[in-house]
């Protein structure tokens, strides 16, 4: 019995991920609005379910950041995209536009690892400054990307781009007074 549980701990120690993070394909595109969809289920849990029924980032949009390079998709075994983050230059910083990860593969470490993963190339590019804007009092949204070293920021400090941004949401029905901007500086 010991040795078949020194066995089980030794196969989990040496199992391969379950995902890993790679460049998106053209034809990755069409499939991150599922992924999208899905993460977005976790807000069912907090009485936020008409984000279920807001729209996703635009194609077009997935296929330009695509193109610069600031497109990530998480994959699962079977190469299938389970979760992405994507973003863009705004003011002078990187603005963070959108991280997902598929319901069922969430708090696997997979949004953590895209991040790092987007954090070494923008740095490596010679960004200073990562920005985005969140929910202030979940605990997947601004509580998350505290511990990854984000800090609120006053939009109007970030810029107007940022209080554009803020307006833009709410005219989609967030309750602006909880979403925030947050900044990490590299």
Known sequence: MAAAEVQRKE?????????????????????????????????????????????????????????????????DKFDQPIGFLGGQYLEGNFHIIEVSVARSYQGRGIGKALMATMVDQIRAEGYKTITLTTYRDLPWNAPWYSRMGFAEVKSWDAGKSYEDILEEEARHGLDIRNRCVMRKIL
């Open 11 to 75: 196969s989990l120690e040496y199992a391969p991920e379950s995902y890993y993070i790679r460049s998106p394909r053209s034809s990755d595109i069409p499939l991150l609005e599922k992924v999208e969809r899905s993460a977005a289920e976790v807000f069912l849990t907090v009485n936020l379910g008409f984000l279920l029924d807001q729209p996703t980032v635009d194609p077009y949009l997935l296929a330009s950041m695509a193109n610069s390079g600031h497109l990530w998709i998480a994959v």
